[in-house]
């Protein structure tokens, strides 16, 4: 069986498909080198991500949520995940109203 090489076309083609073309020796990729350029344009744009939810509304909403519910399993949940919340302790008293 006689061995072929690959033709310098092919070689080509699978050098360019891995991207190995798209990064300088020794360098960053040139979408790295392209986002750190841009950088200094960003000051007057808004921010690409949202900001955070105050944690203490979204533990008021997941109250509601439980007491609208009115299962025992609800409210048990919400107060292993939020035993140190004041709302943890509505969440008891509650508990204690649905076991008359």
Do not use: C, N, W
């Not at 050098?15 to 190995?20: D, E, N, Q, V």
């Not at 080198?33 to 991500?49: C, F, L, N, Q, T």
């Not at 943890?88 to 109203?97: D, G, I, S, T, V």
């Amino acid at each position: 069986m006689k061995r072929r090489t690959l033709p310098a076309s092919l070689f080509g083609a699978l050098i360019a498909l891995a991207g190995l073309s798209h990064q300088p020796l020794g360098g960053l990729p040139v979408v790295v080198e392209k986002a750190k350029a841009d950088d200094s344009s960003k000051r007057g744009r808004a921010p690409s991500m949202p900001m955070a939810r105050d944690p203490a509304a979204a533990v008021a909403e997941e109250y509601e949520a439980a007491r609208r519910k009115g299962t025992r399993e609800a409210l048990e949940l919400f107060i292993a995940r939020h035993g140190d919340d004041p709302l943890a302790a509505q969440a008891r008293a509650e508990l204690k109203r649905l076991s008359r």
